[in-house]
């Protein structure tokens, strides 16, 4: 069964301060690879994806992917209170169904 | 661009009952996506269709079931409810199947079981 893993925290940074946030995933056919960030209260709302190994970077935001370690990340430069949000880890396989994580709870903290 | 629009919002149903919900894709969008939210099991792929056929289903009893229009609206019902039905119901539209770069959630239908 195909597995994403996150640690769910709360993971709480300083404003202004780097978030990291992990996912490793078990299914090593994985091609695309995706981060959402929901509020309480939301739906998920897609803020990055990453298909190849090496970084992307949009904005505050950098997805990096190892698939030799079959772990994705996602990094958040100058942390905002706004950032506080649930971020979602999702996995496919070319146009198999997404797998999501559980999740991680971000509190950025004034 | 209107956005993916759900319907109900919030239902309060009881035991053994069935549902329906409704989802509304972006106007262009042909391929719908349902997904149930818990705490417990996070967010889980249901079903997914595309000009009216079901084309990935997940790992659900028979009693969730779905359909497409000719519209690309789509419909989702679960029979026979039970406790742990009680979620939050997404629907997601995207141009094609598989497209995920470009699906867009709803806001949800919010389930809760009696």
């Known amino acids: 069964q195909k597995e994403v893993e996150q640690n769910s925290g709360p993971l709480s940074v300083p404003e202004g301060a780097i978030a990291s946030l992990n996912c490793t995933y078990s299914?090593?056919?994985?091609?695309?690879f995706f981060w959402y960030r929901q509020y309480s209260g939301k739906s998920p709302e897609l803020i990055m994806f990453?298909?190849?190994?090496g970084d992307k970077e949009d904005g505050r935001f950098t997805a990096q992917l190892n698939k030799a370690s079959q772990y994705v990340s996602l990094l958040i430069r100058d942390s905002q209170p706004s950032d506080s949000a649930t971020y979602l880890c999702?996995?496919?396989?070319?146009?198999?169904?997404?797998?999501f994580g559980k999740g991680t709870r971000l509190s950025v903290i004034a | 661009k209107a956005g993916v629009t759900q319907t109900p919002r919030y239902l309060i149903k009881t035991r053994g009952q069935q549902v329906t919900l409704s989802c509304s894709p972006i106007?262009?969008?042909?391929?719908v996506s349902w997904y149930q939210q818990t705490p417990g099991q996070g967010l889980q792929f249901l079903f997914e269709?595309?000009?009216?056929?079901?084309?990935n289903k997940g790992n659900f009893p028979g009693r969730f079931s779905g359909r497409q229009f000719s519209n690309s609206r789509s419909e989702m019902n679960v029979s026979t409810l039970e406790l742990g039905d009680s979620a939050l119901y997404l629907c997601?539209?995207?141009?094609?199947?598989?497209?995920?770069?470009?699906?867009?959630f709803g806001p949800g239908t919010r389930l809760t079981v009696l």
């Open positions: 269709y595309f000009s009216e056929t079901q084309r």
């Open positions: 997601a539209s995207s141009p094609i199947a598989g497209a995920y770069n470009e699906q867009f």
């Open positions: 299914d090593r056919g994985s091609q695309s």
């Open positions: 999702a996995v496919t396989e070319g146009n198999t169904p997404l797998v």
């Open positions: 106007s262009g969008h042909r391929s």
């Open positions: 990453i298909y190849s190994n």
